[in-house]
């Protein structure tokens, strides 16, 4: 939703019965049946996905139903670098930890989660990451010792007789993996156990 919904939003989720962080803005939505749209139910996240995009939070109670949709949040606490709808679900969260804010970020796309007021997860959209993750990944990538390790000629013959299972491929990028680092540690390692009885036979 973030990554094709550039209007953002967000979403309340109620873990029990809370109450006086919001005024309500009497917009009640059913579906067929006098039921409410459940984020649960597949054939109801269209039509979810329309209204979220609406000025104000969603609240959503612990049964996955859609209460209150565009209503205003009264609580706020600042966070750095990012606006109102951040400093709503920032402070909304810290109001009870009976209340989850989750938002799509109109700004970089990512998806952040907070609770007790703090911020608890942040994903990118696109990527389906953790933001610290990707940011890891990207520093790897982008650092001079990845590009010392990056699997080659050198690499594989290091690696003896099956170097596969030691690189993955990231955006078209040959990666040693952890493995791979352990066998070239135990290849280098081997080689030098077994030169020290030699050293020694030929002391003695």
Known sequence: MS???PEG??????LDNVRGYYKPSNMQI???GNKRLSVLNEADSVMIKKLASLDGAMIINNKGQLVQVGATLTHAKNFLSHGKRHAFA????????????MLASEEDKHI?????????????????MPVDTRNRVVELLTSRVTSLVVASGIAA?????????AIVTISGTQVITFEGFE???????????RQQPMSGSHAR
């Open 3 to 5: 990554y094709d919904q």
């Open 9 to 14: 939003c967000l979403f309340v989720v109620e």
């Open 30 to 32: 059913f579906r067929k």
């Open 90 to 101: 920032l402070g909304t969260s810290a109001y009870s930890p009976k209340l989850v804010c």
């Open 112 to 128: 952040r989660t907070f609770r007790e007021g703090y911020l608890i997860a942040s994903i990118d959209a696109e990527t389906h």
């Open 157 to 165: 013959s290091l690696l003896t007789v099956n170097p596969i299972p």
């Open 183 to 193: 066998r070239v540690r135990e290849f280098f390692a081997g080689r030098s156990r």
